[in-house]
C-alpha cells in the first residue's frame, strides 16, 4: 500500500539557519502531498500542499517541490526562527482510498 | 470562529470503564475522521465518515465505535477500553475526503 517515510528526528537547529527535512513517498497513481505542522499543546494545521508533479507548495517561508522522479517532497525553509519549533508531518493522499496517509513526524528544535 | 473542537482534552479512565470523546466542526463539513497518534507510529486513522449515517473503518478501527448522526458531531467511543488505547487522538474534518483536513486540539486519554 501507499505509504510516506520522513527522516528521524529531532533536528535541532540555531536560529537563521536552513532547514531541510526529507520525505519520501511511495504510490500507486499520482497522490497529492502535503506537510501538516503541530505545534505545542495543538493540533495539526496545514502548512503546504502539491498536487501534481513538479507543483511547488510554500507558506510562511516554507517550501516543497513535488518531485515524481525522486518520489519526494522534502520541507525547506532558507531561515528558521524559534517560532518554527514543532512537529512536521509530511502526509499522502492516497487516490485509491482517499486516504490522507501521514508519516511519523519530525520534530524540530530551534535555539536562539 | 471555524473550528473543530474536543472534548474532553485530557482524560484518565480505568480499564473497561465506557467512555465518549466528543468533535464538533462548525464548518459544515461532509468529511470527519479521526485519529491516534503515538510516538514513532505517526497519526493513523481509527474511523472515517463521508456524511450523516455514512460510517466506514480507518486502518486501526478495533476497539472503537462512531456514529454520525448530525452533520456537525462525531464522537469516538470506547465501549471497554484497555491501556493499549492509550494515546494522543485527533477529530478531523474538510469538505470532501480530498481536500484540506481541519484538526482539532487533541484528547489525551490515559487507560489505567
Known sequence: GDSVTQME??????????????????????????????????????????????????????E????????SFHLEKGSVQVSDSAVYFCALSDNNTDKLIFGTGTRLQVFP | EAQVTQNPRYLITVTGKKLTVTC????????MSWYRQDPGLGLRQ?????NVE??????????YKVSRKEKRNFPLILESPSPNQTSLY???????DQETQYFGPGTRLLVL
Open chain 2, 54 to 63: 455514512v460510517t466506514d473503518k480507518g486502518d486501526v478501527p478495533e476497539g
Open chain 2, 24 to 31: 464538533s466542526q462548525n464548518m459544515n463539513h461532509e468529511y
Open chain 1, 64 to 71: 516543497a517541490t513535488y518531485r515524481k522522479e525522486t518520489t
Open chain 1, 9 to 62: 528526528g529531532p533536528v535541532t537547529l540555531s536560529e537563521e539557519a536552513f532547514l531541510t527535512i526529507n520525505c519520501t513517498y511511495t504510490a500507486t497513481g499520482y497522490p497529492s502531498l502535503f506537510w501538516y505542522v503541530q505545534y505545542p499543546g495543538e493540533g495539526l494545521q496545514l502548512l503546504l500542499k502539491a498536487t501534481k508533479a513538479d507543483d511547488k507548495g510554500s507558506n510562511k517561508g516554507f
Open chain 2, 46 to 50: 481509527i474511523y472515517y465518515s463521508m
Open chain 2, 90 to 96: 485527533f477529530c478531523a474534518s474538510s469538505h470532501t
